[in-house]
Each structure stands twice: as structure tokens, then as C-alpha cells.
């Protein structure tokens, strides 16, 4: 099917296309908005075209516009299909708002998370702690570890929403309601989800590091020419100066977080190696 659809590509000249076998999802980017809607009106006609020319069937249930704007007013016209702008879309399992904030997406996961709590604890009693334990990484602790470099950068009450969940599941593990949420994680040998994800993203820049990351990942952190601009920082810095616009994204962070990565840690020549060491490290501050 993949093979099928390779050729589509070659039809669009204005947007490209996040595919991933039968989602295919085009996008645009530009100053205004109106050469957005154009642009992604024009070019999803032709896709349709290709479709009916190749014996595909598109799913008009499944036409979806999100814009980086909160006006509902905007849509798109395909054919009969009027799609108007929507403030928050679900793309294989993340919900994506207009804002890029993300708390629709780590509200419902947190809502979720709780749930299974809830049914971790009617049941705890008939379990010891190791049955509890794996429970809770299995079921809960889960939740937050699908795409985690997508939504990571969220909101302090968010993240501290996560956090309780994360607590309140350690309790019911240890059967122990006294103990600060620090001296829980050290007595499960774990770390609170956001250093997790800290965890996670070392990996993918020491992968950048390295020359093994994907393309996409290459693009999100490109790195220095030394010859060029001598310094000390690998990846190349970027003018942000505000929470909206850039500061709480994964290109900012990125190089902030690989910066502080121990050097015997970088040094490492085995990803495999790496992954294993970076368990163990947790940022300070």
C-alpha cells in the first residue's frame, strides 16, 4: 500500500504531506492566512483527484482543518465538503489544540491516569507490592509515555497535575501516606515522568549528536558548522523571547538540555550504552 501511494507526493507543490500509510495529512505554512486556506484548498482538490483517478475512496468523516488561530470562522472548501477550522484535532493518538498547549491532550491523559488509579486501588488490598507496582508502571505510569516529546513542555499545573497522579499511585503501591513524594520515588528507584521525558529527549539529541537520528529530528536540531561558527554549543541557538512564541517548545529546550548532559555521558559511543547511563542521570533544577 505504501509502494501505492508514492506518487502522490509528486502531485503537490504548495503543502506537504505527513503520511503514515492510510492517514495522510497535509500541511502549509505562511504568513497569512489566507494563503494557508488556499494553498491547503487547492492541493487537497488534487489529492482528492488523485484518489478517484486511482480507484481510492477518501473518508469525508475523516476531513479535519486545524489552524494556528482560534477563529472557527475560516474553512476550506473540497468539493461538496465545507471544513471549517477546528480548535483541537486528534492526529494518531495526540490531541493537537490551535495554541499548541497541548492541555486538552494532557487533561484527558491525566483523566485517564486517574481512573486506573482509582481501579488500582479498590484492588490494592488483595495484592502485595511488587503485583501493585507493576500495575502501576504498566497502567498508569504509561500513560505518559506515548510521544512524550510532542506535548512534554506544558504548562507548570499541568505538569504538576501529572505529578500528583504519579504520587498518589506510589502511595497506594507502598501503602505509605506520610512520606514526601521525593522519598517515594527514591524508595521505588524512579524518577517523576517529566525527568523521564527529560530522559528521553537526551536520547534523541545524542542521536543527532551522533549522526543516526531520523531526517526530521536532524531539521528540529540542526547542528553548528565548526568551521564556520566556532563555539562551544553543538546545536545552533534561536532567537526566542517569549513563552508563546518559542521559549516552551522542544527546539529551545533541546540544546538547553544537552548543554547540562555530563560530558562522560556524551562521550559515550554505544546508543544502546547511552540509554542504558541516562537512566541514571537526573537534571538538576
Given at each position: 500500500?505504501?509502494?501505492?501511494?508514492?506518487?502522490?507526493?509528486?502531485?503537490?507543490?504548495?503543502?506537504?504531506?505527513?503520511?503514515?500509510?492510510?492517514?495522510?495529512?497535509?500541511?502549509?505554512?505562511?504568513?497569512?492566512?489566507?494563503?494557508?486556506?488556499?494553498?491547503?484548498?487547492?492541493?487537497?482538490?488534487?489529492?482528492?483527484?488523485?484518489?478517484?483517478?486511482?480507484?481510492?475512496?477518501?473518508?469525508?468523516?475523516?476531513?479535519?482543518?486545524?489552524?494556528?488561530?482560534?477563529?472557527?470562522?475560516?474553512?476550506?472548501?473540497?468539493?461538496?465538503?465545507s471544513?471549517?477550522?477546528?480548535?483541537?484535532?486528534?492526529?494518531?493518538?495526540?490531541?493537537?489544540?490551535?495554541?499548541?498547549?497541548?492541555?486538552e491532550?494532557?487533561?484527558?491523559?491525566?483523566?485517564?491516569?486517574?481512573?486506573?488509579?482509582?481501579?488500582?486501588?479498590?484492588?490494592?488490598?488483595?495484592?502485595?507490592?511488587?503485583?501493585?507496582?507493576?500495575?502501576?508502571?504498566?497502567?498508569?505510569?504509561?500513560?505518559?509515555?506515548?510521544?512524550?516529546?510532542?506535548?512534554m513542555?506544558?504548562?507548570?499545573?499541568?505538569?504538576?497535575?501529572?505529578?500528583?497522579?504519579?504520587?498518589?499511585?506510589?502511595?497506594?503501591?507502598?501503602?505509605?501516606?506520610?512520606s514526601?513524594?521525593?522519598?517515594?520515588?527514591?524508595?521505588?528507584?524512579?524518577?517523576?515522568?517529566?525527568?523521564?521525558?527529560?530522559?528521553?529527549?537526551?536520547i534523541?539529541?545524542?542521536?543527532?549528536?551522533?549522526?543516526?537520528?531520523?531526517?526530521?529530528?536532524?531539521?528540529?536540531?540542526?547542528?553548528?558548522?565548526?568551521?564556520?561558527?566556532?563555539?562551544?554549543?553543538?546545536?545552533?541557538?534561536?532567537?526566542?523571547?517569549?513563552?508563546?512564541?518559542?521559549?516552551?517548545?522542544?527546539?529551545?529546550?533541546?540544546?538547553k538540555?544537552?548543554?547540562?548532559?555530563?560530558?562522560?555521558?556524551?562521550?559515550?559511543?554505544?546508543?544502546?550504552?547511552?540509554?542504558?547511563?541516562?537512566?541514571?542521570?537526573?537534571?538538576?533544577?
Amino acid at each position: 500500500f505504501n509502494i501505492f501511494l508514492a506518487d502522490l507526493f509528486l502531485f503537490c507543490t504548495e503543502i506537504d504531506i505527513a503520511n503514515f500509510a492510510d492517514d495522510n495529512s497535509p500541511f502549509c505554512c505562511a504568513n497569512d492566512i489566507n494563503t494557508v486556506i488556499n494553498n491547503l484548498q487547492k492541493e487537497s482538490k488534487t489529492l482528492l483527484n488523485w484518489f478517484s483517478l486511482n480507484k481510492q475512496k477518501a473518508n469525508p468523516d475523516k476531513f479535519h482543518l486545524l489552524l494556528s488561530e482560534p477563529n472557527t470562522d475560516h474553512s476550506i472548501q473540497i468539493g461538496k465538503f465545507s471544513i471549517q477550522n477546528s480548535p483541537c484535532e486528534k492526529l494518531l493518538g495526540i490531541k493537537i489544540d490551535s495554541n499548541l498547549s497541548f492541555e486538552e491532550h494532557i487533561g484527558n491523559l491525566c483523566d485517564k491516569g486517574a481512573q486506573k488509579l482509582h481501579a488500582l486501588n479498590r484492588v490494592s488490598k488483595f495484592m502485595n507490592t511488587h503485583q501493585k507496582r507493576l500495575i502501576m508502571k504498566s497502567f498508569i505510569n504509561s500513560q505518559f509515555g506515548y510521544c512524550p516529546l510532542i506535548w512534554m513542555f506544558c504548562s507548570r499545573y499541568l505538569n504538576n497535575r501529572i505529578n500528583r497522579i504519579h504520587e498518589r499511585a506510589l502511595r497506594i503501591v507502598y501503602d505509605d501516606h506520610t512520606s514526601l513524594f521525593e522519598e517515594l520515588l527514591l524508595r521505588d528507584n524512579s524518577v517523576t515522568i517529566h525527568v523521564r521525558n527529560l530522559q528521553s529527549l537526551a536520547i534523541e539529541l545524542y542521536k543527532v549528536v551522533n549522526d543516526i537520528a531520523p531526517e526530521i529530528m536532524k531539521q528540529s536540531f540542526p547542528k553548528v558548522e565548526e568551521k564556520r561558527y566556532p563555539t562551544k554549543s553543538i546545536f545552533l541557538s534561536r532567537n526566542v523571547k517569549t513563552t508563546k512564541f518559542g521559549i516552551n517548545s522542544l527546539a529551545h529546550f533541546g540544546p538547553k538540555l544537552w548543554a547540562i548532559v555530563p560530558n562522560k555521558l556524551k562521550q559515550i559511543k554505544s546508543l544502546s550504552v547511552f540509554k542504558k547511563e541516562i537512566k541514571h542521570w537526573i537534571p538538576a533544577k
